[in-house]
Nanobody, 115 residues
Framework: QVQLVESGGGLVQPGGSLRLSCAASTTIFSPYIMAWYRQYLGKQRELVAT???????NYAGSVEGRFTISKDHAKNTVYLQMTSLKPEDTAIYYC?????????WGQGTQVTVSS
């Protein structure tokens, strides 16, 4: 059992930045996939970015060049650095860890981009 605790969401103006954090309650050993998803109001959750235990990253086309996923192994935490934010980035963001055949989810954090 793994608990994921998210933080860092909030209200930001277009063009601004936010850094989301997701701290795991236990050490996640390789192999794993860590990811960020987002969910628009009334829509299905969609994949934003992935970070794999072989240190590869991938991004949705809508965020590539603006968002960066990273991991601090010592803190057992995955981050999503979000820059050049747009109103269409407004959503609830969820972190996810796929490890040992199971998916674990954070509680979600609201990101709102508005002037």
């Amino acid at each position: 059992q793994v608990q994921l605790v998210e933080s860092g969401g909030g209200l930001v103006q277009p063009g601004g930045s936010l850094r989301l954090s997701c701290a795991a309650s236990t050490t996640i050993f390789s192999p794993y996939i860590m990811a960020w998803y987002r969910q628009y109001l009334g829509k299905q959750r969609e994949l934003v970015a992935t970070f794999t235990s072989d240190w590869r990253t991938n991004y949705a086309g809508s965020v590539e060049g603006r968002f960066t996923i990273s991991k601090d192994h010592a803190k057992n935490t995955v981050y999503l650095q979000m820059t050049s934010l747009k109103p269409e980035d407004t959503a609830i963001y969820y972190c996810n860890v796929r490890w040992r055949g199971s998916d674990y989810w954070g509680q979600g954090t609201q990101v709102t981009v508005s002037s």
